[in-house]
């Protein structure tokens, strides 16, 4: 008798089972970051990767962050799909350089004859005694440039989903995570899953009033429709997903 009782898992064990999956299922997907093989796995996401991996596979690295980003995306041109974490996105600015002028428009070019299939994640938002250079929401900077997709999960579910599509994505990817959702639960199938970037998701339909949301901005947005709803206002909420592309169907 198969047990009937969900999935339970937290954004940050989403995200490292969709990491975990894809090493798995690829050997050209690697992890590069400062602080990958730490002990607390940057916020839990990928602990223990180094021990099933390897180091060939999962590297540590200096705190030079336009030098490494530079080594993922001569590694994604190369034929390997990095998997790239700056940790804060607030660092990332140390490698725009490399992402603006090399990341982004590498593809184009070369009319199209190279791809760079990377993932840069970094988290997003703040935690408690989170400094001024530690707590920035940059997404709208990365949205602006062309040659980037932008994704941000507000869900367990749609973080490992989200994440497995980026890695097979042959564009670089950036891939926003709110510190307040790594912690959130939800259910989340074991087996590997995509879901599409670019394609919205509704969670509740309404006449009044229409919430577009995206990250953990979406599960504010949840507790003011449930607000409103008490005092007979139905709110359509769309959860964009992804805020670059962005799908203008589900909300025009």
Same mark, same amino acid.
């Given at each position: 008798m198969q047990n009937s009782e969900p999935r339970i898992l937290s954004a940050a064990q989403a995200i490292l089972e969709a990491t975990s999956q894809a090493m798995a299922d690829d050997p050209h997907v690697i992890i590069i970051g400062e602080g990958v093989p730490d002990p607390k796995g940057i916020f839990g996401t990928t602990l223990a990767l180094r021990d099933t991996f390897g180091s060939a596979r999962v590297w540590d690295m200096p705190v030079s962050e336009n030098g490494l980003t530079g080594v993922c995306i001569g590694a994604a041109i190369s034929g390997m799909r990095p998997i790239l974490t700056h940790q804060r996105v607030d660092f990332s600015l140390l490698s725009l350089d490399q992402i603006i002028n090399n990341a982004a428009k590498w593809h184009y070019m070369f009319g199209g004859q190279v791809s760079v299939p990377l993932v840069i994640r970094m988290v997003i938002g703040h935690g408690w005694g989170q400094g001024a250079q530690h707590s920035q929401n940059l997404q709208a900077l990365f949205a602006h440039i062309p040659g980037l @997709?932008?994704?941000?999960? =507000?869900?367990?579910?749609? =973080? @490992?989903?989200?994440l497995a599509s980026a890695i097979h994505d042959n564009n670089p990817v950036i891939f926003l995570e709110h510190r307040w959702i790594h912690g959130m639960k939800g259910e989340v199938p074991a087996d590997m899953y995509r879901i599409a970037i670019g394609k919205a998701r509704r969670w509740h339909v309404g006449d009044d009033i229409t919430i577009v949301s995206s990250g953990y901005m979406t599960v504010e947005a949840l507790r003011a429709s449930h607000i409103l709803a008490q005092v007979g206002i139905m709110a359509d909420l769309i959860d964009l997903r992804s805020i670059k592309p962005w799908d203008k169907a589900a909300v025009l």
């Amino acid at each position: 008798m198969q047990n009937s009782e969900p999935r339970i898992l937290s954004a940050a064990q989403a995200i490292l089972e969709a990491t975990s999956q894809a090493m798995a299922d690829d050997p050209h997907v690697i992890i590069i970051g400062e602080g990958v093989p730490d002990p607390k796995g940057i916020f839990g996401t990928t602990l223990a990767l180094r021990d099933t991996f390897g180091s060939a596979r999962v590297w540590d690295m200096p705190v030079s962050e336009n030098g490494l980003t530079g080594v993922c995306i001569g590694a994604a041109i190369s034929g390997m799909r990095p998997i790239l974490t700056h940790q804060r996105v607030d660092f990332s600015l140390l490698s725009l350089d490399q992402i603006i002028n090399n990341a982004a428009k590498w593809h184009y070019m070369f009319g199209g004859q190279v791809s760079v299939p990377l993932v840069i994640r970094m988290v997003i938002g703040h935690g408690w005694g989170q400094g001024a250079q530690h707590s920035q929401n940059l997404q709208a900077l990365f949205a602006h440039i062309p040659g980037l @997709k932008v994704v941000m999960p =507000a869900s367990p579910y749609d =973080a @490992k989903g989200l994440l497995a599509s980026a890695i097979h994505d042959n564009n670089p990817v950036i891939f926003l995570e709110h510190r307040w959702i790594h912690g959130m639960k939800g259910e989340v199938p074991a087996d590997m899953y995509r879901i599409a970037i670019g394609k919205a998701r509704r969670w509740h339909v309404g006449d009044d009033i229409t919430i577009v949301s995206s990250g953990y901005m979406t599960v504010e947005a949840l507790r003011a429709s449930h607000i409103l709803a008490q005092v007979g206002i139905m709110a359509d909420l769309i959860d964009l997903r992804s805020i670059k592309p962005w799908d203008k169907a589900a909300v025009l």
